[in-house]
């Protein structure tokens, strides 16, 4: 589904943020993505969705080289990937409901189809009552899961997650891991970025440990 | 409706091409009304930028408007003066008349009006306001006069004419002012060039001043835009609705200056009217017809998208989700 080869990455700062990074995730994997903050797991991320290109190394996500893509094709690219950064969050103007359409819209889906895909994919998160609520009324966790409704609900089979739990007390955490697992169950590739170890040993996934840029035995 | 088995068992639905044919159909309908009441939301702003374009438009309109209009009267009797013969003799003499018939054998000569020792006198106390002076004399002093107009407009042609003519017999002077005719079209050459470059300089303008405001749009809008493009938004998709933004700006913009253009012109029908009647001309200035309304408005959106399109791409490959 996605694979990392030899990925080496210099930011136009002469930063250096990953370094001769090699892995493979397989359809319907679940991994975590640790490593201290500044080890490069942000910049992973943009790698697999062409928001930055590798300096050095191959990136393939579904079978086509990032290197190569040329720009045009990179938004058919992004809907192959459901993602969850936490940065990117809301649009605040729009209702939670339009916010988890945005996905289909851009891709043309008819209202109908948009309609019914939009509350299931409210209903999986748990928020089927607010979906005329605009996002400020609701809490962090709340924000989180419309995120991550918004991230699901073109049924992408990738799906990064980049801190989802970033904000969030403990028991929203396992909350948003266990949506995660679930989708992970379904068949959706799952790659979740994340520094909070605790959480991470509580869940039995595979790890990918991030140590200054290099991937490093946990 | 195609469901196809991406790896590993997530499906994801693709879509037919007819599917996103009526999706774009459908987001094209959608943006032209939503984005008018999104810029309706800032009315105020909405229509000082309204009354800019308005104003920008109306400008080089009205004056190609004013030109067209001299360039189409029949404007002879202003501009292209006629060679003037004045007589020795009286009009109703048998020198005058025979004067008058072999004027008008001549193939050069389009038309000979005589305007009699009474005629000129009525015509010289209507346009110069001398009628207490004139009165003054007791016999007429003003001698009957031949207008003579040629077929050609060239001023060596009419010259040769003028020669020509002033072997005749009966004639006491001819005059035409060649130098007059000539200066008065290179004025008319240059007004023309000058509203022909400042149309194109307000113009230009139009399109700056919507290229402008879509970028600061834009600038409100980054995090929207970054989001979008992160979930597989294409640049045109982000594009889209500042296009329909810049069609509204033009098009409401084109409508102010109709507004302008029809109330100025009815403003000064009146007094060019009076004036080219004292030239007894029948130049008039008439308001804008619905054809050329129709143009003004499609101007006035086509400088919109032509706008958006110049300023908003620009600014849209810039802003990527980081
Ligand atoms: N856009 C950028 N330009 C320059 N340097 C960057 C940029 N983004 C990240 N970095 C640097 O790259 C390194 C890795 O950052 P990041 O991938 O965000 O790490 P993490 O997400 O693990 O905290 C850091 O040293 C960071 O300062
Ligand atoms: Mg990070």
Known sequence: MLTFDQVFKRYETGQEALAEVSFSLDPGEFVF???????????????????????????????????????????????????????HQLLFDRSVFDNVALPLEIAGHPPSEVKSRVRAALSKVGLSNKERDW??????????????????????????????????????????MSLFQQFSQLGVTVMIATHDLDLVREIPAQRLHLQSGRMVQP | MSERRVTGGATQRLLSRRDRLRAWARHHRQLFGSTLSAL????????????????????????????RQIGETDHRQVIEPAISVYLSSPSGSAVTQGLISSLRQMPEIRQVTLISEAEALA??????????????????????????????????????????????????????????????????????????????????????????????????????IEVIKLVGGTDAFVQRPFVYRGFWLGMGGGLMAWIMIQSSLIYLSVPVETLARSYRSDFALEALGFQESLVLLALGAGLGIVGSMVSVRRHLVKIQPN
């Open chain 1, 135 to 176: 996002p400020v009324t609701l809490s962090g966790g709340e924000q989180q899961r419309v995120g991550i409704a918004r991230a699901v609900v073109h049924r992408p089979p990738l799906l990064l997650a980049d801190e989802p739990t970033g904000n969030l007390d403990p028991e929203l955490s396992r909350e948003i």
């Open chain 2, 40 to 67: 309706l939301r800032d009315w105020m702003g909405l229509m000082t930028t309204w009354l800019v374009i308005g104003i920008a438009l109306s400008l080089p309109v009205l004056m190609l408007i004013g030109l």
């Open chain 2, 123 to 224: 015509e010289f106390s209507e346009r110069s306001g001398f009628f207490d002076v004139l009165n003054a004399f007791s016999e007429n002093p003003l001698p009957a006069v031949l207008e003579v107009r040629s077929v050609s407009t060239e001023g060596a042609t009419i010259r040769l004419l003028t020669q020509k003519i002033g072997a005749l017999e009966g004639i006491d002077s001819i005059s035409f002012d060649a130098a007059w005719r000539q200066r008065l079209s290179s004025v008319l050459l240059i007004i023309e060039r000058i509203t022909l470059a400042l149309g194109v300089l307000f113009l230009c303008g139009v399109v700056l001043i919507i290229g402008n405001t879509l970028r600061l749009t834009i600038e409100n809008r980054r995090h929207e």
């Open chain 1, 33 to 87: 993505l640790t490593g201290p903050s500044g080890a490069g797991k942000s910049t992973l991320m943009k790698l697999a969705i062409a928001m930055e290109r590798s300096t050095r190394g191959q990136v393939l996500l579904d079978g086509q080289n990032l290197n190569q893509l040329p720009a045009r094709k990179i938004p058919e690219l992004r809907r192959k990937v459901g993602v969850v950064f936490q940065n």
